[in-house]
C-alpha cells in the first residue's frame, strides 16, 4: 500500500517521537558552523541607551494608573476566558500524544498564539504585584503547553493532532507551508510567554519548553533534521514575523548565543532563499520578501508583519553591529512619516492585505490600520530611539499609543476595535462586522497584544545612558536610576497628557553632575508629529518654559531634548511647561482624501467629533478658516467614572434642505470615541461647503431607488444599504452596509423602494443578510408593485423560486412585461430569527 504523505508522516516521524526518550539539548546540532546550543556571550554591542524597566517605575498617574487597575482586573481577566478555545487547543494536542482518542479538534493556525499574548501581559502584571491566583491560572496553562510539545520539541497542535492540511494554509506536514501556516510566529510569542514569567516567578518549566523548541527549529531550519524536508535545512523565513523578536529576548535572558544567531539567520534569509510569486497574500512584498532585509526602502505590506520586521532589525542589527540594518531602518522609517502613517498613528490603510497601500494612500472611512500594526509602530519607534537618542522616534511613538492603541478597548477595558478608520457614519459594520467595538473577534490577535503591551508601558518614561539621564514620556510617576556618578531619585508630578505642566524631583544619593534630558515633543512646534504628511495651519505655537528651583534655565534643545547639565543635589525641582493649545492641521495636498480638509489636536492627542455630542451626523460640519482658533472652550467629560477633555470650536453645518447653521462642534480624544454608543464620527472636517454632507447614509445619487422604507429597521443598520450600490461579496455583511430587523424576532418585516418615475422592470435580485448570530435569510418571501395606485403581486416567471441562497443575488423575473413605481419585498423570518438584506438589485428594459 502507497501511503500518502500525510499518512508517512503520522506513521513513521510522529511514532519514532513519541517513542524517544532523550530531550534534544542533548544531542541537537545547531547550524552548519557547529555552534553549542549551551555557549554563551556578551553582545557585540547594544543600544546605546537603557530604559528602566517598567516593574522599577511606580505609576501615579490619574491618566495611566486607572488603565492598568483595569488591565488587572477586567482586560486580562476577559482575555484568558475568551482564548479558553486555545488552552483547548493545545490540550487536544497534549491528550493525542498521551495517547487518548482525540474528537472534534478543528484545526487552527494561531488560536494558541492568542492565549500566549494574554499570557505574556499577565506575567507582566505579576511583575507589577503578586498575584496568587493569577499566578495559578498560568501555572496550569503552562502544564498543557509542556504536554503539548512533543519529546523534540515540536509545538503546532494542528499538526500533533493531524488536522492541519493544505486545505487550511497550514501544509501537509510540519513546517511545510511556513510562508501562511504561523507554525513560527505561534512559539515565538510562547517565548516571549515563557521569558515573562520566568522573570516575574523564576518559575522556568516554560522557558524551558521555549529553549527546546528554539533548538529544534534551528536544527531543522538550519542544520537539517531527517524527520523533516528530507533532511535538507528548510532555510526558509517565515511569513509572519515574530520569532526574530522572541528569540532575541531568549538570548538576553539566557545569554545563549545560539538564539541571536538564529533571528539574525532569519532575518538574513528572508527575500533571499525564499520569494513567493503571487499575488495579495501571496505577493512578495506582503511579508516583507520582496528584498534582502538590509536592502529594503519602503514600507510595504502587511504592516504588523513588517514593524515586528523593522523591531527585530534594531535588536538584532545593534547586538551584532549590523549598520546595514540601521541605515535601512532610517529609510524605511522616513517613508512611514512622509507617505504612509494616518495622523493617529496608525498604519496599514489597506484593506484586504491589512497593510500599506501606494504613497499618500491614506483613506478616512476606509482606513484599515490594525491595532496590532499600531502597537508594532510603538515598539518599532521606541526602538528607533534607543538606537539614536533622537526624541522624534518617541513622538512618533507616543501619538500612535495615546491615538491608535488606547482607542483600541475601551474605558471599561472589555470591548475592542480590530479596525481604526478616521471617520465612520455609525452604520458601515467596518469592524469585523459592527459598526462599533466588538467583545472578541476570530483571529483576536489584536485585544491579546494590548493585554501585553499596556502594562509595559511604564518602561518608556525614562532611560539613561552614562550620566545622561532621559525623561522619555511624561507621566505622574517615580524611580530611581543608577547613572556612572551617581544614583539619582526621580519623581514626576503632572496630569499629562491632559495638561502640559510637569514638575520634577531630582535627588542624587550624593551631589553630582550629570544632564537631565526632557524631551521636548514636535507637537509643540510647527507640525504635530515627525514627518512631511501633517503640518499646523494656525499660529498658536508658544514656546516651552523651563525653571530648576524656580529660576528660568535657557536649555538647548539636542535631537529633541531640552539638556540641563549641572550638578544636582538631593530635592532640586524642575518645572517643564509645555504649551497645549488646540492647533489645526492640514494634509500633504498628495493624499487626496484629505484635500480641504483640517484636523484638530491638543497637546498629543488627535481630536474627533461625535455624533453623541453633536446632535447628528458629524459629517454635515465645515470649518471655514484654516487657522482660526477663536472662541474654544475645553472642558472635562465623565463618562461612568471615566473622564477625558474635550474642546468646543466653532463651525458651520448644512441643513436636510442644504441650507447652512452656525453651529458648534464638540471634539474628543480620537482615544475615547464610541464608548458611549454606536455613531458617527469625523477626524477631518471640510473647509468648505461642498464637502459636508447631511446625512452620510443617505441614498448615493445614482442609485435606482429615490427612497426607501421600512417596516422596522435597526438602530445600527440603515435602510439605505438596500439600495446603496455597494456589492457584497459574502452574506455575512462584515464588508458593506446592512438592513436588519433586529431586535424583532418573529415578525413578518417589508422594505419598500420608491423609483424616481414608472420603470419596465427586466429582473430584481435580492442579496441576504445572514450572519452567525440572530439574522437569517427568511422563511419564506414575496414581492409587490405598486401599479396604478395600488400594491399588487409581482406574478413570478414559470421557471423562477423565491430563492434564500448566500452569498449570491437570488433573481426574479416577471411573467410578463411589468411596469411600476415602486417595489416592496414581504419577508417571514425563520423561527426565533430576524432578517435582512445587504443589496436589492433592479435591471429595467431599455
Known amino acids: 500500500m502507497i501511503l500518502s504523505r500525510r499518512t508517512r508522516w503520522q506513521a513513521g516521524w510522529l511514532s519514532s517521537l513519541l517513542a524517544a526518550s532523550l530531550t534534544v539539548a542533548a544531542t541537537i546540532e545547531t547550524r552548519a558552523d557547529k555552534i553549542d546550543p549551551t555557549e554563551t556571550s556578551e553582545p557585540v554591542a547594544d543600544y546605546p541607551i537603557k530604559p528602566v524597566p517598567f516593574n522599577e517605575v511606580t505609576v501615579t498617574s490619574d491618566f495611566w494608573r486607572p488603565r492598568l487597575v483595569t488591565q488587572r482586573g477586567v482586560l486580562v481577566p476577559f482575555a484568558f476566558e475568551r482564548t479558553e478555545s486555545g488552552v483547548a487547543h493545545l490540550q487536544a494536542a497534549a491528550d493525542f500524544l498521551a495517547g487518548k482518542e482525540v474528537e472534534g479538534h478543528r484545526p487552527h493556525r494561531f488560536i494558541d498564539s492568542d492565549l500566549y499574548k494574554v499570557m505574556e501581559g499577565a506575567a507582566y502584571l505579576l511583575q507589577l504585584q503578586p498575584d496568587p491566583e493569577l499566578e495559578a491560572k498560568i501555572d496550569d496553562i503552562a502544564d498543557v503547553i509542556v504536554a503539548a510539545q512533543h519529546e523534540n520539541g515540536y509545538l503546532y497542535p494542528s499538526h500533533t493532532t493531524g488536522v492541519g492540511s493544505s486545505k487550511n494554509m497550514m501544509g501537509d506536514a510540519p513546517y511545510e507551508f511556513v510562508v501562511h501556516s504561523h507554525e513560527l510566529y505561534n512559539v515565538g510569542h510562547m517565548y516571549e510567554a515563557a521569558i515573562a514569567y520566568y522573570q516575574a516567578t523564576g518559575k522556568d518549566k516554560l522557558l524551558r519548553v521555549a529553549e527546546r523548541s528554539a533548538q529544534h527549529i534551528n536544527q531543522v531550519f538550519f542544520a537539517g533534521d531527517p524527520n523533516y524536508n528530507d533532511g535538507q535545512p528548510i532555510e526558509q523565513a517565515p511569513g509572519h514575523q515574530e520569532i526574530e523578536l522572541a528569540l532575541v529576548k531568549l538570548y538576553r535572558v539566557t545569554g545563549k548565543k545560539l538564539y541571536l544567531d538564529m533571528a539574525r539567520r532569519f532575518l538574513d534569509i528572508r527575500g533571499v532563499t525564499y520569494v513567493p510569486d503571487g499575488e495579495g497574500v501571496m505577493a512578495p512584498t506582503y511579508a516583507q520578501q520582496h528584498a534582502p532585509v538590509a536592502r529594503q526602502r519602503e514600507a510595504v505590506g502587511h504592516a504588523v508583519r513588517a514593524t515586528y520586521l523593522y523591531s527585530a532589525m534594531a535588536d538584532v542589527g545593534t547586538l551584532t553591529g549590523r549598520t546595514d540594518y540601521k541605515q535601512a531602518l532610517e529609510r524605511i522609517w522616513g517613508n512611514i512619516v512622509d507617505t504612509r502613517m494616518h495622523i493617529t498613528g496608525g498604519l496599514g490603510a489597506v484593506h484586504g492585505i491589512e497593510g500599506f497601500g501606494p504613497k499618500y494612500l491614506l483613506p478616512n472611512k476606509d482606513a484599515f490600520n490594525e491595532t496590532c500594526a499600531a502597537v508594532g509602530n510603538v515598539l518599532f519607534n521606541y526602538r528607533m530611539f534607543l538606537l539614536n537618542k533622537d526624541a522624534k522616534y518617541l513622538d512618533v511613538a507616543e501619538v500612535a499609543l495615546l491615538n491608535n492603541v488606547l482607542a483600541a478597548v475601551n474605558l471599561e477595558g472589555n470591548r475592542f476595535f480590530y479596525v481604526n478608520p478616521l471617520e465612520a457614519d455609525g452604520k458601515y459594520p467596518f469592524n469585523h462586522g459592527t459598526p462599533g467595538r466588538a467583545p472578541w473577534f476570530g483571529t483576536a490577535c489584536c485585544p491579546s497584544n494590548m493585554a501585553r503591551l499596556l502594562p509595559q508601558v511604564p518602561g518608556m518614561t525614562y532611560a539613561h545612558s552614562g550620566d545622561d539621564l532621559y525623561v522619555t514620556f511624561y507621566a505622574a510617576s517615580r524611580t530611581a536610576v543608577a547613572l556612572d556618578s551617581a544614583e539619582v531619585a526621580i519623581q514626576q508630578h503632572t496630569n499629562y497628557p491632559n495638561d502640559g505642566t510637569i514638575d520634577l524631583q531630582i535627588s542624587p544619593d550624593d551631589p553630582a553632575r550629570f544632564r537631565l534630558m526632557l524631551r521636548i515633543p514636535t507637537w509643540t512646534g510647527h507640525q504635530f508629529v515627525p514627518g512631511d504628511l501633517y503640518r499646523y495651519t494656525d499660529e498658536n505655537a508658544g514656546e516651552f518654559q523651563l525653571t530648576v528651583n524656580s529660576e528660568p534655565v535657557a536649555a538647548k534643545l539636542e535631537n529633541g531634548f531640552a539638556v540641563i547639565d549641572r550638578t544636582w543635589k538631593a530635592g532640586d525641582q524642575i518645572n517643564l511647561r509645555l504649551?497645549?493649545?488646540?492647533?489645526?492641521?492640514?494634509?500633504?495636498?498628495?493624499?487626496?482624501?484629505?484635500?480641504?480638509?483640517?484636523?484638530?489636536?491638543?497637546?498629543?492627542?488627535?481630536?474627533?467629533?461625535?455624533?453623541?455630542?453633536?446632535?447628528?451626523?458629524?459629517?454635515?460640519?465645515?470649518?471655514?478658516?484654516?487657522?482660526?482658533?477663536?472662541?474654544?472652550?475645553?472642558?472635562?467629560?465623565?463618562?461612568?467614572?471615566?473622564?477625558?477633555i474635550q474642546a468646543t470650536v466653532p463651525a458651520k453645518a448644512v441643513t436636510e434642505d442644504w441650507g447652512v447653521d452656525e453651529a458648534q462642534i464638540v471634539l474628543t480624544p480620537y482615544y475615547a470615541w464610541n464608548n458611549r454608543g454606536v455613531g458617527s464620527m469625523t477626524v477631518w472636517f471640510p473647509t468648505h461647503r461642498g464637502l459636508a454632507v447631511f446625512d452620510p447614509s443617505a441614498l448615493p445619487e445614482e442609485s435606482v431607488f429615490s427612497r426607501i422604507t421600512a417596516s422596522h429597521t435597526y438602530e445600527q443598520d440603515t435602510i439605505s444599504a438596500v439600495g446603496d450600490n455597494h456589492e457584497p461579496r459574502w452574506s455575512t455583511g462584515k464588508k458593506v452596509a446592512r438592513w436588519s430587523s433586529r431586535p424583532q424576532t418573529g415578525t413578518t418585516q417589508w422594505v419598500e423602494g420608491q423609483l424616481s418615475e414608472p420603470r419596465t422592470i427586466r429582473s430584481i435580485g435580492l442579496y441576504w443578510f445572514q450572519d452567525q448570530e440572530d439574522v437569517r435569510v427568511p422563511a419564506e418571501w414575496s414581492l409587490e408593485v405598486h401599479q396604478d395606485g395600488e400594491w399588487r403581486p409581482f406574478e413570478l416567471y414559470v421557471t423562477d423560486e423565491y430563492g434564500v441562497r448566500v452569498n449570491q443575488y437570488n433573481v426574479v423575473h416577471p411573467a410578463k412585461p411589468l411596469t411600476c413605481d415602486a417595489i416592496r419585498v414581504v419577508m417571514s423570518p425563520q423561527e426565533e430569527s430576524c432578517v435582512g438584506i445587504l443589496e436589492m438589485d433592479v435591471t429595467f428594459e431599455e
Request: net charge negative.
Open 579 to 644: 504649551p497645549m493649545p488646540l492647533r489645526t492641521s492640514e494634509c500633504n495636498s498628495a493624499v487626496e482624501e484629505n484635500r480641504g480638509r483640517v484636523a484638530f489636536t491638543r497637546g498629543p492627542f488627535v481630536l474627533c467629533a461625535e455624533e453623541v455630542d453633536n446632535g447628528g451626523a458629524t459629517q454635515r460640519f465645515y470649518v471655514e478658516s484654516k487657522s482660526s482658533t477663536a472662541s474654544i472652550e475645553i472642558s472635562e467629560a465623565q463618562f461612568e467614572m471615566k473622564s477625558f
